[in-house]
């Protein structure tokens, strides 16, 4: 079954290329229909059952990939007059599921690793970090009054 996805949230499916030195994977280029621009590059680790959430920018376009481990993304869109308002979507991307999530500005998102063992995020935002402003704006991750979530695993 198809998720209905957030309006603006693009995936990719990503593949890995192997030959008998190892292997690669394309992650992001920018003749993708759906490249916003390079600000920067960076890695987030993250240790097994940690929550890296809520945040969003007003400005930034965020492009995640796990290269390692296995996360669970997830997407909260809180934008006004978004057709998608409300809508929350889950991701589980990493090892298991190669994948690059596009995410707009304006959307909450956070995840957590879901694996045993440490996690690696690369995330190429469209802007760069502007250190002295940044375009970061967060919500507790367990405790807020706007997005309904529960982070915990759901067993059955």
Known sequence: ????????????????IPDDRGFLMEMLRRDDPDFKGFGQTY??????????AW???????????????MIKLVVFD??????????LNEFFIGDQNRQLVHIPP???????????E???VVNVPSEPYHYESP???RLDPHKNDLIPYDWSRKDG
């Open 118 to 120: 440490l996690s690696y």
């Open 43 to 52: 890695l987030s680790c993250t240790y097994p059952g940690v929550v890296k």
């Open 78 to 87: 809180s934008r006004e007059g978004s057709p998608t308002r409300g809508k």
């Open 135 to 137: 375009d970061e704006y």
């Open 106 to 116: 304006g959307c909450y998102h956070g995840w957590k690793n879901i694996g045993t």
């Open 1 to 16: 079954m198809a998720i209905q996805l957030i309006e603006g949230v693009r995936v990719k499916n990503l593949r890995l």
């Open 55 to 69: 945040h969003f920018h007003k400005q930034q376009w965020d492009a995640f990939v796990c290269v390692s481990g």
